[in-house]
């Protein structure tokens, strides 16, 4: 049945969505009432390996500012390119309304009205994964890619997985009939219920992961300013996720996912407990490579040649952008240094410390013995 998820899934190599994405968090004494943490909207374009993801974020504590973001991807092994713009101004939309703001980029193209920042990664494999992850939760109706997974759909996660189950009888789930399988491995507890009618897509998803399955924040062993040690950061020691309501519609015969809820309940190492819930909707999809317009998969900010780009995961290196490409900044002082891993960098910089260190100690002598 897994298989048969993932062919499903394989099916959506090309494919054009618009989606809205609406997040809570509960308050209050019993911590049940839910209130609006926030906004995204949508605009995906996927053929094969080439991306273009466009998003359009309000924060209801900044509700006249928007956060736009615009991720290109043209394929594997290729630098992606990503814009952050903030752009002030608008009218507060209330969940669930259509906004007469358009959902697309066209406002990246101002770029007088908005601070932009352009960004990419000098590891073209890390910069893929990076770049894909700004699908947010849509990953889940797009790629079948969870929370903490490693990047990876969740039919391999189960597969690899030493313990795995499938239900030989159906379980009904939201009034249609499907088959529950299980798995048990070092990426936490899986259990799906397939739809053998939908292409056995998921009607429900529920995930647990403890400690040792869960990324945690680095550890910080630096004494303090007081030269004191720093209290070791808190960890999650459990984390339960839960997608339900999942509506699954065919397009040209594909089941897509288009609607979805999903609830996340972690627990801390100091006792505490945190909670979210985000709902996720389709509101329009193509699988139709013909009907993706021309520039579907370009990139919609006009940005000036010279504009600095930032190598997210090598700050010594610097980029500029010029005539719609990103190349090496050929006035900086570290234009022609090639770029190699950070632990091969480290190992090349500590030779040179020593190799420093060892000319200063030789010159003391020479002196001392002089003298």
């Not at 500012?65 to 814009?83: D, K, N, S, Y």
Request: aromatic share 6%; with cysteine.
């Amino acid at each position: 049945m897994l298989q048969q998820y993932r062919e499903t899934m394989q099916q959506l190599a090309r494919v054009a969505i618009r989606a809205e994405q609406t997040s809570y968090v509960p308050v209050g004494p019993q911590r049940a009432e839910p209130v609006l943490a926030g906004t995204i909207r949508y605009t995906i374009v996927h053929d094969g390996g080439h991306w273009r993801i466009h998003e359009v974020r309000r924060n209801p504590k900044q509700p006249s500012r928007l956060a736009e973001f615009e991720t290109i991807l043209e394929g594997p092994g290729t630098q992606p390119v990503f814009v952050r713009s903030l752009v002030t101004g608008g009218t507060p939309q209330p969940p669930g309304a259509e906004s007469a703001e358009p959902s697309d980029a066209d406002r990246l193209s101002e770029l007088q009205d908005s601070e932009v920042r352009v960004s990419t990664y000098s590891d073209l494999r890390e910069g893929e994964r990076q770049a894909i992850r700004r699908c947010g939760i849509a990953s889940i109706a797009l790629l079948g890619i969870f929370s903490f997974d490693n990047d990876t759909p969740i039919w391999e996660v189960m597969l690899d997985s030493p313990a795995i189950d499938a239900a030989t009888e159906p379980e009904v789930i939201d009034g249609v009939p499907t088959y529950r399988v299980t798995s048990r491995g070092t990426l936490g507890d899986h259990s799906v219920w397939l739809d053998p009618n939908a292409g056995y897509l998921p009607r429900r998803v529920e995930i647990r992961k403890t400690r040792g399955q869960l990324p945690q924040r680095p550890s910080r062993d630096a004494p303090g300013a007081n030269g004191n040690s720093r209290q070791p950061p808190t960890e999650r020691v459990e984390y339960v996720q839960r997608i339900d309501a999942i509506r699954i519609e065919p397009f040209d015969g594909i089941p897509v996912i288009t609607a979805f809820n999903l609830e996340g309940h972690s627990r801390l190492s100091d006792g505490r407990a945190g909670a979210t819930r985000v709902e996720f909707r389709i509101t329009s999809v193509s699988v139709k490579p013909e009907e993706l317009a021309p520039d579907a998969l370009e990139l919609k900010a006009a940005i000036p040649d010279g504009t600095p780009v930032y190598a997210l995961d090598s700050p010594g290196i610097s980029y500029v952008w010029k005539d719609g490409a990103i190349i090496k900044d050929v006035t900086s002082p570290v234009a022609h240094v090639e770029f190699s891993p950070p632990g091969k960098r480290r190992y090349v910089w500590l030779w040179v410390c020593n190799a420093i260190a060892v000319a200063a100690i030789a010159g003391f002598a020479i002196r001392r013995r002089r003298t």
